[in-house]
T-cell receptor, first 113, second 112 residues
Framework: KNQVEQSPQSLIILEGKNCTLQCNYTVSPFSNLRWYKQDTGRGPVSLTIMTFSENTKSNGRYTATLDADTKQSSLHITASQLSDSASYIC????????????FGAGTRLFVKA | DTAVSQTPKYLVTQMGNDKSIKCEQNLGHDTMYWYKQDSKKFLKIMFSYNNKELIINETVPNRFSPKSPDKAHLNLHINSLELGDSAVYFCASSHQPGGPQHFGDGTRLSIL
C-alpha cells in the first residue's frame, strides 16, 4: 500500500535553532518526492522536488535529502525564523496511475522567540 | 497576480444544498487537481484533470462532480451537502501530471 509517514507530528524550537523533519514512504514505482510548506490559512507552497537520482536539494535555509534505497527523506531547516512556523508536508508521486500523489500528514513546526 | 485562484474563500451553507467552487489558474498548466483537507490537516486527492480529461478519480461520493470547461478552469460541484463535507478544499495545478503543484489558498466549506 502506498503510504507516506512523517515524524514528528509536531515540533517546538527556539528561534535561531536548527531542526530536521523526517519522511518515510512506501510509494512504488517512485517518481519524485517534494516538500511543501503550508502556512495557516494558505495553500501549500513547494520548497523542493527530488527525483530518484538526486540525494540532496537546497532552497535557502531549507535542505532536503533523499535516500531512495531506504525510502527516507529529511528536511533540514537552518537558523530557524518565526516565519518558519507552519506545517511541512512530504509528498511522493508514483510514476504510474496518472502519477498518483500521496501526501503525508505533515509536521507542525512552531518557532518561538 | 494570483497564480491559482479559488472562489469563494468561505462557504457556509445548510445540509442538503447544492454548491459549486470555482478554480482558475493563469500559469498555462495542463493539469489541475482538487484536494480535500480535513480537520486533521491531512490532504487527500479527489480528482485530477489533464488537458480537460479526467486522469485521477479517487473514491469520492458521486455527489462530487468536477467540470473542466478549459485547461485553465476546474470547478467542483457538490450535490446534497452533508455534515462530513465540511473541510477546506484546495485546487492546484501543475505543468504536467506528477510535476510540482501550485495551490490555491483553499475554500473553507462549513455545513450547518
Amino acid at each position: 500500500k502506498n503510504q507516506v509517514e512523517q515524524s514528528p507530528q509536531s515540533l517546538i524550537i527556539l528561534e535561531g535553532k536548527n531542526c530536521t523533519l523526517q519522511c518515510n514512504y512506501t510509494v512504488s514505482p517512485f517518481s519524485n518526492l517534494r516538500w511543501y510548506k503550508q502556512d495557516t490559512g494558505r495553500g501549500p507552497v513547494s520548497l523542493t522536488i527530488m527525483t530518484f537520482s538526486e540525494n540532496t536539494k537546497s532552497n535557502g535555509r531549507y535542505t532536503a535529502t533523499l535516500d531512495a534505497d531506504t525510502k527516507q527523506s529529511s528536511l533540514h531547516i537552518t537558523a530557524s525564523q518565526l516565519s518558519d512556523s507552519a506545517s511541512y508536508i512530504c509528498v511522493v508521486s508514483a510514476s504510474t496511475g496518472g502519477f498518483k500523489t500521496i501526501f503525508g500528514a505533515g509536521t507542525r513546526l512552531f518557532v518561538k522567540a | 497576480d494570483t497564480a491559482v485562484s479559488q472562489t469563494p474563500k468561505y462557504l457556509v451553507t445548510q445540509m442538503g444544498n447544492d454548491k459549486s467552487i470555482k478554480c482558475e489558474q493563469n500559469l498555462g498548466h495542463d493539469t489541475m487537481y482538487w484536494y480535500k483537507q480535513d480537520s486533521k490537516k491531512f490532504l487527500k486527492i479527489m480528482f485530477s484533470y489533464n488537458n480537460k480529461e479526467l486522469i485521477i478519480n479517487e473514491t469520492v461520493p458521486n455527489r462530487f462532480s468536477p467540470k473542466s470547461p478549459d485547461k485553465a478552469h476546474l470547478n467542483l460541484h457538490i450535490n446534497s451537502l452533508e455534515l462530513g463535507d465540511s473541510a477546506v478544499y484546495f485546487c492546484a495545478s501543475s505543468h504536467q501530471p506528477g510535476g510540482p503543484q501550485h495551490f490555491g489558498d483553499g475554500t473553507r466549506l462549513s455545513i450547518l
